[in-house]
């Protein structure tokens, strides 16, 4: 047997015995940070840190339609996990306006007798249908803390700085047909004053948030620094959450959240877990 069939037999038998917690893999595949989020979980699951075996990945996009989602594919792929993919661009040039339902009917047939403990949207550049979220506990990463802004994460760091807000996260919450809507799982949070963040307020004290849009832009020092905090977490909060899961120290009954002693919580604080993973590429530049 030669070297590259074993490497593809390994990755096939960890796909199948590794862990008993299931998780699905919702992606569009469009570019880097969607292969970087499949690859952290992967990786994860390869080291042990996280009891699970991805059974399964969903993409909306076909071989040859783009080149991230090519490269995405041949990702997937090469790690051994069964694929579907459905496109959802065919289903518009088919169907027209009605190529919504359509493409979710076609989705669900297409992972008919796939289960899942839990699914990740990671990088899924459409909203999940009714019938998907009933099917499967879908989760989605946004940035902010639970009650924090909704929208993009530039939409979200400039409604904090309006805002002057002291603190922000990330969350993983539960995908429902309305974006950003619903409940939160998992989270994190951070502060986004102190030491270190105070002398970038300070710098745009008394300027409103339009004047710096127009004048800086992404470019402002507060705003890149808000996204840089916030995007260190995402990986670690994602893989923090499946960890979480795979432990039975939080799981999803019917519509709630709770803890591994059977308690109803409003989400579950993953915070200093998180943070001692970012700590090292944060270090020097924080304080």
């Known amino acids: 047997m030669g070297a590259h069939l074993e490497q593809l037999v390994a990755v096939e038998e960890m796909v199948k015995v590794s862990g008993k917690y299931r998780i699905g893999w919702f992606s569009s595949g469009r570019g880097e940070g969607s292969r970087n989020l499949l690859r952290a979980v992967w990786d994860s699951i390869a ?11 969903f993409c909306n996009r076909e071989q040859g339609q783009a080149e991230g989602s090519d490269a995405f594919i041949r990702q997937v792929n090469g790690y051994g996990i069964p694929l579907v993919c459905v496109s959802s661009q065919r289903m518009r040039e088919r169907h027209g306006e009605d190529w919504r339902p359509r493409f979710e009917e076609e989705a669900v047939r297409a992972l008919e007798g796939r289960d899942a403990d839990i699914v990740v949207l990671a990088g899924y ?53 309305v974006l950003d809507e619903g409940p939160p799982v998992t989270f994190c949070i951070f502060p986004i004053k102190g030491k270190h963040f105070d002398k970038l307020w300070d710098d745009i004290k008394g300027r409103p948030v339009a004047d710096i849009q127009a004048a800086e832009g992404e470019e402002n020092a507060l705003f890149r620094e808000i996204r840089r905090h916030g995007a260190a977490r995402e990986l670690p909060l994602i893989v923090a959450t499946l960890k979480a899961f795979s432990q039975g120290r939080v799981r999803i009954e019917g519509d709630g959240i709770v ?15 998180v943070d001692e993973k970012v700590q090292r590429s944060l270090s020097g530049l924080t304080g």
Request: glycine share 12%.
């Open 259 to 273: 803890d591994s002693g059977g308690n109803i919580i409003k989400a579950y604080d993953l915070s200093q877990e």
């Open 47 to 57: 080291g042990g840190e996280i009891d699970a075996g991805i059974s399964w990945a």
């Open 125 to 177: 550049m459409l909203i999940a249908g009714a019938d998907m979220c009933r099917r499967y506990p879908m989760l989605n990463l946004h940035p902010a803390a639970p009650g924090g802004p909704k929208g993009t994460w530039k939409e979200v760091i400039w409604e904090l700085i309006d805002n002057k807000a002291t603190e922000t996260g990330v969350m993983m919450h539960r995908a429902t047909p």
